[in-house]
């Protein structure tokens, strides 16, 4: 169920400059279809969604530190003259694998409530 869709993000997620092997993104948990789910399925979707939730601010948090290295590491390539595009690029990367994270998250947060909406239909 929608899982290619979090599976491109999660791609995304652990691509990023040198921080893949420090900071490890968490797995996008597969929803519940909200169409078709009993009541105690979609409890255990939004516990998933928690858990996915808690397990991303820590990756966010390990992310921050990456950033503030790359952060210090160009700016000290701009004070040098010397490898700055490389320096530049590498606080990009970390910048957009941190934005990838809350985008994960974002989108998940939205598809499971997309799935309350579908329960609350079938389930009046």
């Not at 409530?113 to 609350?120: D, F, Q």
Request: glycine share 8%.
């Amino acid at each position: 169920m929608k899982t290619l869709k979090y599976a491109a993000l999660a791609l995304a997620l652990g691509s990023g400059y040198g921080m893949a092997d420090e900071c490890t993104a968490p797995a996008s948990p597969t929803l519940p279809d909200g169409s078709a789910s009993t009541m105690e399925q979609m409890l255990e979707g939004q516990q998933m969604v928690k858990t996915f939730q808690a397990a991303n601010a820590e990756y966010m948090k390990c992310l921050e530190t990456g950033i503030e290295s790359a952060k210090v590491a160009a700016q000290k390539a701009i004070e040098k003259g010397d490898g700055v595009d490389e320096a530049k690029a590498a606080y990009e990367a970390a910048q957009n694998t941190y934005n990838a994270a809350v985008t994960a998250e974002e989108e998940l947060a939205g598809q499971f409530n997309a799935e309350v909406r579908e329960y609350k239909a079938a389930n009046p």
